[in-house]
């Protein structure tokens, strides 16, 4: 299958071939990867991917995955409203 | 990793990486540039992507308008493509006239300089942002000029020029101490081994101080927690960046769609200090919320935090330090991201014994002892 229509992140749209290009052109670190393609930035705050990019980056460079500098998940686990936290949810 | 270079620079943010740049365009060779964690994992990477000229200072006005007109062909210049540069202006709002006053007075400042800004009224405001809510507002001051720009491509923009014209770039690599005779460096100790080196330049940010602790300076400089979210992605519906004095916080909604919106809180301990906290997302709700009614039914998707390096005239400290011969300071303080392209510029200037372009020496570090401060009043 062609790496242009193998998505890693289905939120941000990043794929396999952008992935494979981003390594070519020096770019190893997951950190500066995630933040050059906004792969794991998504609503799914990197839960379905980050492993997968991970997985993938420590493959290409044949290293092994502890080696792979993985971003932190950050908050909140699911998106919320932000009438929802300003006004309580008597407002929501 | 190089055991030997004609210049270091500590800090692989912005700055860092603008320094590394200019230098390298300017002739210098054998450059390395040292990063304790990832590009722009310090502050830049963190910062509100805004880019705003309507400063109270002429030096902060000057370097951040020859920022802006080096913005314009940063992508295209060092071949690193599309950085996501747009003037899509800033709205500063006041809610009493004290706070008015103050930003008519700056404006003075920015006329005489060049920099395109109006004060208007709470209507002409809703004219350019028509969701702003205009309830207990006594004035905007509108540039049309200021907007935004990606951090994180204006950072790999710079160090792609630079790695094009031969700077080393060593990433995960500490500087854990700096060797000195006298008045001059001799080399800085990494993680990874020793650098033997002529010259030397901190881009460190918010830890630039521990950078100037190796060789006995202390430096006045403290790193100030702020905090930051993002909404999910939205059709584009804003333009201008919002930035309201009484609420002392930024919301703007950046090309890929999402609203960033964040505000620091200056009576927190001044520390490094990464997390993020429930209280300033509940105070960040009601303040988008008051100002921007329409976002109470986006949701947030992610919040962090990152440093402002507060100086105590909340201006840059740029140039050489008078105790050492070889070791420059490029400091941004509090707005370094959007000063970067200049910064970068006039520190290499100054190394190369040029004549700069803006007359640096007044924001030198010797300010503070002298106490020659010109306070810079519209950080938020």
């Known amino acids: ?92 | 990793m190089r055991k030997k270079a004609d210049v270091v620079v500590i800090g692989g943010g912005s700055i860092g990486c603008s320094v590394a740049y200019n230098l390298a365009k300017k002739g210098f060779k054998n450059i390395v540039l040292l990063e304790r964690k990832y590009l722009s994992s310090g502050s830049t990477g963190r910062c509100g992507a805004g880019i705003r000229q309507m400063w109270g200072t002429e030096m902060n006005c000057l370097i951040s308008r020859g920022s802006a007109e080096i913005f314009k062909t940063l992508g295209e210049e060092t071949g690193f493509g599309d950085v996501e540069f747009r003037q899509s202006g800033y709205l500063l709002t006041t809610y009493d006239p004290s706070q008015t006053e103050r930003l008519r007075k700056n404006l003075a400042v920015q006329h005489k300089l060049g920099i395109n800004s109006h004060m208007i009224t709470p209507k002409e405001a809703k004219e350019i942002v028509p969701y702003v809510n205009t309830e207990g507002m006594d004035a905007a001051f509108f540039c049309q000029e200021d907007g935004h720009i990606n951090p994180f491509k204006v950072t790999f923009a710079f160090a792609k020029g630079a790695q094009d014209l031969g700077v080393e770039i060593s990433r995960y690599n500490s500087v854990t101490d700096i060797k000195y005779k006298d008045r001059k460096i001799t080399s800085i100790v990494t993680e990874e081994g020793e650098i033997l080196t002529d010259a030397v330049v901190n881009a460190a940010g918010a830890w630039c101080k521990e950078i100037g602790k190796m060789i006995g300076l202390s430096h006045p400089v403290e790193p100030e927690r702020h905090q930051i979210l993002i909404t999910e992605p939205l059709e584009d519906m804003m333009g201008p960046l919002v930035m309201s004095f009484a609420h002392d916080s930024y919301i703007q909604q950046v090309p890929h769609g999402g609203f960033i919106m964040g505000y620091g809180n200056p009576d927190e301990p001044k520390k490094i200090n990464f997390n993020h906290d429930w209280s300033f997302l509940e105070q960040m709700a009601k303040k988008a919320v008051f100002q921007l009614p329409v976002l109470k039914d986006v949701r947030f998707v992610r919040q962090w935090a990152g440093h402002y390096e507060i100086s105590p005239d909340g201006q840059p400290i740029l140039g050489s330090v008078p105790e050492m011969d070889n070791y420059f300071m490029a400091l941004g303080c509090g707005k370094g991201f959007m000063l970067s392209p200049m910064i970068g510029k006039l520190i290499a200037e100054k190394m190369a014994g040029e004549a700069t372009s803006l007359p640096i020496d007044s924001l030198s570090i010797e300010r503070f002892a002298k106490g020659e401060l010109i306070v810079e009043t519209g950080v938020v």
């Open chain 1, 1 to 92: 299958m062609d790496e242009k229509n193998i998505y890693l992140c289905r939120c941000e749209n990043f794929t396999l071939k952008e992935l494979h290009d981003l390594l070519d052109s020096g770019i190893t670190s997951m950190e500066e990867i995630k933040r050059l393609s906004r792969g794991t930035m998504g609503p799914c705050q990197g839960k379905t991917c980050r492993d997968l990019i991970a997985k993938e980056i420590a493959n290409y460079l044949n290293k092994d995955m502890s080696e792979i500098d993985m971003p932190t998940y950050r908050a909140p686990v699911k998106p919320v409203k932000l009438g929802e936290i300003a006004g309580g949810n008597k407002n929501a």
